[in-house]
């Protein structure tokens, strides 16, 4: 099969598969529209805020694997040598650009930060590994989400030289914290305005 051509059903397969709205779908089963509740935005964040912790953490935990199944599966079943490397690559950015502009939400989406982990837990761990590390740190430091997720994105290139990757992967890393820098952009706005709204200590169950 053409080279291209594998590419290209990498890509579809993959943006189908992050289009999945599992916030919107969770949100549901609590008889909750997540798209007009709290900031209206389908994540998993927003799932936390207006229904509780254990909703959040269940649209964490399938977002992030949508990102690493996005990842893994062509690694899996398709073996092109060393190009499969970046047929992951492609596969995640197509999951994260999936969930961010879902075509099942006539091009909504959430952020993609637990898509990002979850691709990048197979193909640069230890950038992931400080990545988290400092979302933690900021997040218990200031209550912003939104704050603690761009940090986390801009450590990944940063990470990636210091750690003497090769080229590609900082590329990639780079690629990868512009997305979330871009849908980001409100949040950062609020942010310079002292507008941006903290995650509360006290959360539901």
Known sequence: MNLLLIFIIVFIVDYILGSIPFAVIVAKMYGVDILKEGSGNPGATNVKRVI???????????????????????????NLGEW???LAIVGLIAAILGHSFSVFLKFRGGKGIATT????LILMPWAL???????????????YVSLASVVFGLSLPVSTI?????????MFSGILALLIAIRHVSNIKRLLKGKENRFSKKSKH
């Not at 210091?162 to 900082?170: A, P, Q, R, T, Y």
Request: aromatic fraction near 16%; charged fraction near 10%.
């Open 52 to 78: 509780g912790k254990k909703a959040g953490n269940a649209v964490f935990i399938l977002d992030f694997l949508k990102g690493l199944i996005a990842t893994v599966w062509p690694l899996i079943f398709i």
């Open 84 to 86: 499969n490397f970046y």
């Open 117 to 120: 982990m979850g691709g990048i």
């Open 129 to 143: 590994l400080i990545g988290v590390i400092l979302w933690v740190v900021v997040f218990y430091l200031t209550r």
């Open 162 to 170: 210091l750690l003497n990757e090769n080229k590609g992967v900082i």
